[in-house]
């Protein structure tokens, strides 16, 4: 079945550094794919999304881009602040289906 | 504007003892799920639905029934609490997209229920 791959963490970064959290998938046909982050006590908010190949994603200077070659949705920001310290989630969604299937997660630590 | 509101936002229960964690959104979403975050296993899909009547069974179902009355409230139900179901709950919902997917949506979460079972 589908399923969503992330690096684990924790993932420790001094402020203004540069991010990248893996995520790789596997599913049949043409998912679309999705970046969220959960910030401490909160429910999870959605970052940025894909729905089809090569598609990026932006938002709050974090990017992905959807690639189906390498069967890929890396989340990357070239400058990190202490303030998007929070667990990241990919998932993704299989063509025709509600379904959100998600990734473990992976905490991110930003230190001044 | 409220999105998902889930009530209770800690419990505590014993074994053996059932309970209902409420979700309510007021964005006239048609597809509404529940997940439990567990660490290192990300989130789980409990049960889902398409819409008011209709609920279907999702990746981790077992001890858990719903119902969805409305479009509005999608409760879930323990019947007879296992500390394996101490978790953290999320209820979320979006949308319906042109197809019948919501691929061009995003999920809105509540902010989670706590629940430890002793």
């Known amino acids: 079945g589908d399923s969503v791959t992330q690096m684990e963490g924790p993932v420790t970064l001094s402020e203004e550094a540069f991010l990248t959290i893996n995520c790789t998938y596997t599913?049949?046909?043409?998912?679309?794919l999705f970046w969220y982050v959960q910030y401490p006590g909160e429910g999870l908010q959605l970052l940025l999304k894909a729905t089809k190949a090569d598609d990026k994603g932006s938002n709050k200077g974090f990017e992905a881009t959807y690639r189906k070659e390498t069967t890929s949705f890396h989340l990357e920001k070239g400058s990190v602040q202490v303030s998007d310290s929070a667990v990241y989630f990919c998932?993704?969604?299989?063509?025709?289906?509600?379904?959100?299937?998600f990734g473990t997660g992976t905490r991110l630590q930003v230190f001044p | 504007n409220a999105g998902v509101t889930q009530t209770p936002k800690f419990q505590v229960l014993k074994t053996g003892q059932s309970m209902t964690l409420q979700c309510a959104q007021d964005m006239n979403h048609e597809y509404m799920s529940w997940y439990r975050q567990d660490p290192g296993m990300g989130l789980r899909l409990i049960h889902y639905?398409?819409?008011?009547?209709?609920?279907d069974q999702g990746e981790v179902p077992n001890g858990y029934n719903v119902s969805r009355s409305t479009t509005e409230d999608f409760p879930l139900r323990l019947l007879s609490a296992a500390p394996s179901q101490t978790s953290v709950y999320f209820c979320?919902?979006?949308?319906?997209?042109?197809?019948?997917?919501?691929?061009?949506?995003?999920?809105?979460f509540g902010s989670g229920t706590r629940l430890t079972v002793v």
């Open positions: 998932a993704l969604m299989g063509y025709n289906t509600d379904k959100l299937i």
């Open positions: 639905s398409v819409g008011a009547g209709i609920t």
């Open positions: 599913a049949t046909g043409y998912p679309s």
């Open positions: 979320a919902s979006t949308r319906s997209g042109s197809r019948g997917s919501t691929a061009n949506y995003g999920y809105t």
